[in-house]
């Protein structure tokens, strides 16, 4: 995916100060965040055969020789949860082993084991994955 299909797609589906944090980077911040979000995508256990089998990446995949849609939003979206910083701040405090956190009034549960079932920083990029892993099934 490159930084001008991420900007597009992230500014269809965000809006506020993740997207404007995300704006003010520099290509070069951003082709970082993209590359760890498609090498963190790449370590899901996808379905199917590369479509060439010297490729370097998980996608494309089968006959076709083209990144599926939901694959480039799925980048877009984990890239994006990278800069988020108080996402980043639950995820750390989940793994090492915070079960609650209260500040004044307001407090936060987090269940056991969260991120087992989610490999990734982003639920939304996850589910947009969802249909290429191996072991899940799209319910219609």
């Excluded at 994006?80 to 500040?103: C, E, F, N, P, T």
Aim: overall charge neutral; proline content about 3%; glycine content about 4%.
């Amino acid at each position: 995916i490159t930084v001008a299909e991420a900007d597009e797609i992230l500014t269809g589906c965000h809006t506020g100060s993740l997207l404007e944090q995300w704006h003010a980077l520099t290509v070069a911040d951003k082709e970082c965040y993209l590359r760890t979000a498609t090498y963190r995508i790449d370590c899901l256990p996808v379905v199917g055969y590369k479509h060439n089998a010297s490729q370097a990446l998980q996608f494309p995949r089968g006959m076709s020789s083209d990144i599926p849609y939901k694959v480039k939003l799925a980048t877009a979206e984990e890239a994006i949860s990278a800069i988020d910083k108080q996402l980043l701040q639950r995820i750390s405090l989940q793994q090492q082993g915070v079960k609650s956190v209260s500040l004044g009034s307001a407090s936060e549960s987090y269940a056991d084991n969260i991120n087992q079932s989610n490999p990734l920083l982003s639920k939304r990029a996850y589910n947009y994955m969802r249909q290429f892993l191996a072991g899940s099934v799209t319910i219609v």
